[in-house]
C-alpha cells in the first residue's frame, strides 16, 4: 500500500535554531517529492518540489533532500523564525496514476 | 492564494440538510480538486476534475457529489449533511495532474464546515 509517513509528528524549537523533519514514503514507482507549508487557517503552500534525479534543493531557508533509494526526505530549516510556526506537509505521487499521497504533516512551533 | 476563491468560508448546518461549497479559480487550470482535512488524518481527495463535465472519485466520496459546468467553478455538493462530515474543505487547482510528474497544486484557503 502508498503510505507516506512524517516524523516527528510534532516539534518545538527556539527561535534561531535549526530543525529537520522527516518523510518516509513506500510510493512505487516514484514521480515526485514535494513539501508544502500549510499555516494555521490557511491552504497548503509550495516550498519545494524534487524528482527522481534531484537530491537537494533549496528556497531561502529551506533545504529539501531526497534520496529516493531508501524512499526518504528531510527538509531542513536554517535559522528559524516565528513565521515558521507552521504544519509541513510531504506529498508525494506516483508515476503510474493521477494521485498523490499526503503525509499527515509534522507541526512545528517556535518559540521567542 | 493563486487565484482561488473559496466559498463560504464558514458554515454551520443541521444533519440531514443539503449543502454546497463553491470553488472558483481565475487561473484557467484544467484540474481542480477538493480535499478534506481532519486531525490524526493528512488531505484526502474526496472528487477531482479534469475538465468541464469530467470528474472523478477520490479515496473518500461517498456522501459527496461534485459539478464543473464552466472551467473557473468546481462544486461540491453533501446531499444530506451527517457529523462525519464536519471537517475543513480545501479546494485545489493545477494545470496538468499532480500524479505522474505533473504540475503543483495551488490550495484556497479553506471552508469549515460544522454539522450539527
Known amino acids: 500500500k502508498n503510505q507516506v509517513e512524517q516524523s516527528p509528528q510534532s516539534l518545538i524549537i527556539l527561535e534561531g535554531k535549526n530543525c529537520t523533519l522527516q518523510c518516509n514514503y513506500t510510493v512505487s514507482p516514484f514521480s515526485n517529492l514535494r513539501w508544502y507549508k500549510q499555516d494555521t487557517g490557511r491552504g497548503p503552500v509550495s516550498l519545494t518540489i524534487?524528482?527522481?534525479?534531484?537530491n537537494t534543493k533549496s528556497n531561502g531557508r529551506y533545504t529539501a533532500t531526497l534520496d529516493a533509494d531508501t524512499k526518504q526526505s528531510s527538509l531542513h530549516i536554517t535559522a528559524s523564525q516565528l513565521s515558521d510556526s507552521a504544519s509541513y506537509i510531504c506529498v508525494v505521487s506516483g508515476r503510474r496514476d493521477d494521485k498523490i499521497i499526503f503525509g499527515k504533516g509534522t507541526r512545528l512551533h517556535i518559540l521567542p | 492564494d493563486a487565484g482561488i476563491t473559496q466559498s463560504p468560508r464558514h458554515k454551520v448546518t443541521e444533519t440531514g440538510t443539503p449543502v454546497t461549497l463553491r470553488c472558483h479559480q481565475t487561473e484557467n487550470h484544467r484540474y481542480m480538486y477538493w480535499y478534506r482535512q481532519d486531525p490524526g488524518h493528512g488531505l484526502r481527495l474526496i472528487h477531482y476534475s479534469y475538465g468541464v463535465k469530467d470528474t472523478d472519485k477520490g479515496e473518500v466520496s461517498d456522501g459527496y457529489s461534485v459539478s464543473r459546468s464552466k472551467t473557473e467553478d468546481f462544486l461540491l455538493t453533501l446531499e444530506s449533511a451527517t457529523s462525519s462530515q464536519t471537517s475543513v474543505y480545501f479546494c485545489a487547482i493545477s494545470e496538468s495532474s499532480q500524479g505522474g510528474g505533473g504540475t503543483e497544486a495551488f490550495f484556497g484557503q479553506g471552508t469549515r464546515l460544522t454539522v450539527v
Open positions: 524534487m524528482t527522481f534525479s534531484e
